[in-house]
């Protein structure tokens, strides 16, 4: 007699033990940044377009200073914002919706110094990946800084608005993730 095998991909268990450790706003512990606050929300959306409403997100950034709060960071010049982490993690709603509060980033260098554009890193987990993919988003308002980006540029043209966020409603910038299929995000190896 055959019997079914387990599956080895990430069941919707990604959120057991994390959901004390979601952060939606990054700016709720540095107040110095409460004038300076942008909205990004979207939706993680299959390859059949159906939203997928046990994923998770995850941001990554630099402060608008363009310093990133890690040891590895040790450009003593560009000053720390108190209270700024760069670090956001949500669950997709029911309808594959995540919103977070932050700041846009400041310019941060490449492997060979030149300045890449603002740009928020992203992971996205969800069931059925037996890893997680990681992205970018750029911000719309930096179309000289976008086209001289050597990663963006790395990406064929008609793909990189996968990558921008366009304006929308209430100042919020909007971004959905894609999953596979017809406008599918572009993902990047890490």
């Excluded at 990004?40 to 998770?56: F, K, S």
């Excluded at 209430?170 to 572009?186: F, K, R, S, Y």
Aim: some cysteine.
């Amino acid at each position: 007699m055959l019997y079914a095998t387990a599956s080895q991909t990430v069941g919707p268990y990604l959120h057991i033990g994390l959901a004390d450790r979601y952060c939606d706003d990054l700016t709720r512990a540095a107040p110095s940044l409460q004038d300076r606050r942008i909205v990004i929300e979207g939706r993680v959306i299959d390859g059949e377009g159906a939203p997928v409403p046990d994923g998770m997100v995850e941001i990554w950034q630099a402060n608008p200073h363009g310093r990133y709060d890690h040891p590895d960071d040790t450009r003593e010049a560009l000053p720390l914002v108190e209270g700024f982490t760069g670090f956001g993690r949500v669950p997709t709603g029911e309808d594959g919706s995540f919103r977070f509060v932050t700041v846009k980033p400041g310019a941060v260098p490449d492997v060979h110094g030149a300045l890449q554009a603002p740009h928020i890193l992203v992971s996205v987990f969800t069931r059925g990946l037996l890893k997680h993919v990681a992205t970018r988003v750029y911000f719309p308002d930096e179309e000289a800084a976008n086209a001289r980006d050597d990663v963006l540029r790395l990406v064929p043209a008609e793909r990189r608005g996968t990558l921008i966020a366009q304006p929308g409603h209430n100042h919020a910038l909007l971004w959905d993730v894609v999953l596979q299929g017809e406008g599918e995000t572009v993902f990047f190896d890490i």
